[in-house]
C-alpha cells in the first residue's frame, strides 16, 4: 500500500530525471522527501535506518539549490541508487512503516497522497549555496562524490 504509492513515485522521478525533465524531478523529490521527513519517520521513530535516510535527504536537498550540472546530476543518480533500496527493499522503511502501522496504513496512505506539491525556488548558484553541499555531502559520508574543494 504505502509501499507501492511510494515505489512507483520513485520510479516516476527516475523516469523525470533520465527524460531530461528536471524541474518536474526536482518538486517531485522535494514533496517526496517531505512526505518521508513529516509523515514517515514519526511513524519509525528509534528504528536503525533513519538517520542514514535523513542524512540522504539532506545532501540530496542541497543538491537541488544550484542549477544543475553534469556532476550534480551524476551525484544525485549515486545517492539514489544507494537510498531508493534502503526505503523500498525487504525491511525497508516502507516495509517497516506498514508493519508499525497494521491496519491504520491505509489512513496514512490517504495523507501522503493528499500531501500538496512542493513550491520551488530558483535554483542559487552562490558560495553559501555551495559550501551549504559540500557540508552536506560530507555529513552524509559522500564527500568523494563530488565538489572536492581545490
Known sequence: MIRKYLSDDHARL????????????REGLLRHIGIEQKILFPIVRGWTLVERLHL????LAALLVPTPTPAILN???TILENHNPLEEGPGGLYEECERRLGAGASEILKRIQNTP??????HVDNQISMESLRNALRRAGYEGICFRKR
Not at 527516475?14 to 524531478?25: K, M, N, P, R
Not at 540522504?56 to 545532501?59: C, I, P, R, S, V
Not at 506539491?117 to 530558483?122: H, I
Open 75 to 77: 551525484a544525485i543518480r
Open 56 to 59: 540522504d535527504h539532506g545532501a
Open 117 to 122: 506539491r512542493v513550491p520551488v525556488a530558483r
Open 14 to 25: 527516475d523516469a523525470a530525471l533520465q527524460g531530461g525533465d528536471y524541474e518536474s524531478f
